[in-house]
């Protein structure tokens, strides 16, 4: 489906946003103002952006943890203040300063990150199983390319596919699973194989395409609505900068060439986002400034919150009562 002028403008507008808050976390990581890791989405956040803008409020998200999720924190319309304050240890934060990066906003149906990667392979089919039971809501899951190296992604795949559960599997293949390249890790160029060897409708996509993603995230989503099961969306992206900040940058234990970085950031999302936009007429360039300095006053706003908010102090209770078992 072919998107509107107000659907781009806005699909722009996250995706401003989305580059503003990267930077910030960046920048706090460098600073010594995070708790725990900051993994970089840098020329990447195209991807969530466009994955998750026009996803239903009543819609679960399970996010990707490049960049720990920002781009669809900023699609979802997720408080950017109380994510940035649970990153920072403080009271405020959407888990009351106590997950550090294994965050989550489960009032939003948004269920965020963890320390294992492809862990919500299986989860993801019990809430496809509660969503399809309702008739009403689509879940999607987003993940890398290193996670489908799991057994859990082929449980989860071949169980929804039998069960027709309105699933979107999300692939943000962006090359790299930490140090190891992705031919190293899997035999195929795409992912998206895999699904299709479980009979799952697959597509790939430009994931540097901010509106591409986009129009693929919604066709998926009406597909389930309408009861006929699973999509897997495989988006290829990039990985401009090391997997975690303060890490080497490596790939087959050799240091990434600077030459094909190089290349790498002439397909920047942001770059060609703007390109279009202009071009087609969607956005002024004075429209698009606006835009730039809203997410920059957004952005002071956000630090600012996290840094007034009191520093987290849980008792044994409230530390209990955030464990299942």
């Known amino acids: 489906m072919?998107?509107?002028?107000?659907?781009m403008k806005t699909l722009y507008r996250n995706?401003?946003?989305?580059?503003?808050?990267?930077?910030?976390?960046?920048?706090?990581?460098?600073?010594?103002?995070?708790?725990?890791?900051?993994?970089?989405?840098?020329?990447?956040?195209?991807?969530?952006?466009?994955?998750?803008?026009?996803?239903?409020?009543?819609?679960?998200?399970?996010?990707?943890?490049?960049?720990h999720g920002m781009a669809y924190m900023a699609g979802k319309g997720i408080d950017v203040g109380r994510y940035?304050?649970?990153?920072?240890?403080?009271?405020?934060?959407?888990?009351?300063?106590?997950?550090?990066?294994?965050?989550?906003?489960p009032e939003q149906k948004v269920y965020g990150a963890s320390g294992f990667i492809g862990w919500h392979f299986c989860p993801v089919?019990?809430?496809g199983w509660a969503s399809k039971r309702k008739g009403n809501q689509v879940v999607l899951m987003a993940s890398g390319d290193g996670s489908y190296g799991q057994g859990g992604?082929?449980?989860?795949?071949?169980?929804?596919?039998?069960?027709?559960?309105?699933?979107?599997?999300?692939?943000?293949?962006?090359?790299?699973?930490?140090?190891s390249t992705?031919?190293?890790?899997?035999?195929?160029?795409?992912?998206?194989?895999?699904?299709q060897g479980y009979g799952m409708p697959?597509?790939?996509?430009?994931?540097?395409?901010?509106?591409?993603?986009?129009?693929?995230?919604?066709?998926?989503?009406?597909h389930a609505l309408a009861g006929k099961g699973p999509t897997f969306v495989e988006a290829k992206t990039v990985r401009l900068r090391e997997h975690d900040v303060g890490t080497p940058d490596l790939a087959r234990a050799e240091p990434r060439d600077p030459e094909y970085l190089e290349e790498l950031k002439q397909r920047d999302p942001l770059v060609l986002a703007t390109?279009?936009?202009?071009?087609?007429?969607?956005?002024?360039?004075?429209?698009?400034?606006k835009i730039i300095k809203e997410a920059e006053e957004e952005v002071v706003v956000v630090e600012k919150f996290a840094d007034d908010s009191p520093i987290a102090l849980p008792s044994i209770e409230e530390l209990q009562a955030g464990v299942y078992a």
């Open 153 to 179: 992604a082929h449980e989860a795949m071949l169980s929804a596919m039998n069960w027709k559960l309105p699933i979107i599997f999300f692939c943000e293949n962006n090359g790299m699973a930490i140090h």
């Open 15 to 67: 995706l401003v946003r989305a580059d503003h808050f990267d930077k910030m976390m960046m920048n706090r990581i460098m600073q010594g103002k995070l708790i725990g890791f900051y993994h970089p989405g840098d020329g990447a956040m195209a991807a969530g952006v466009g994955a998750s803008t026009f996803l239903g409020e009543n819609d679960i998200l399970n996010p990707h943890h490049r960049a």
């Open 182 to 195: 992705a031919d190293d890790m899997h035999p195929m160029p795409d992912i998206s194989s895999l699904a």
């Open 84 to 105: 940035l304050a649970e990153h920072t240890g403080k009271a405020d934060g959407c888990c009351g300063g106590r997950s550090s990066f294994h965050w989550s906003f």
């Open 125 to 127: 089919v019990g809430w």
């Open 202 to 222: 697959a597509v790939v996509i430009d994931g540097q395409d901010v509106f591409a993603v986009a129009e693929t995230v919604i066709a998926a989503r009406k």
């Open 2 to 7: 072919a998107l509107g002028k107000e659907q």
């Open 275 to 289: 390109k279009r936009v202009l071009a087609e007429k969607v956005l002024t360039q004075k429209q698009i400034d």
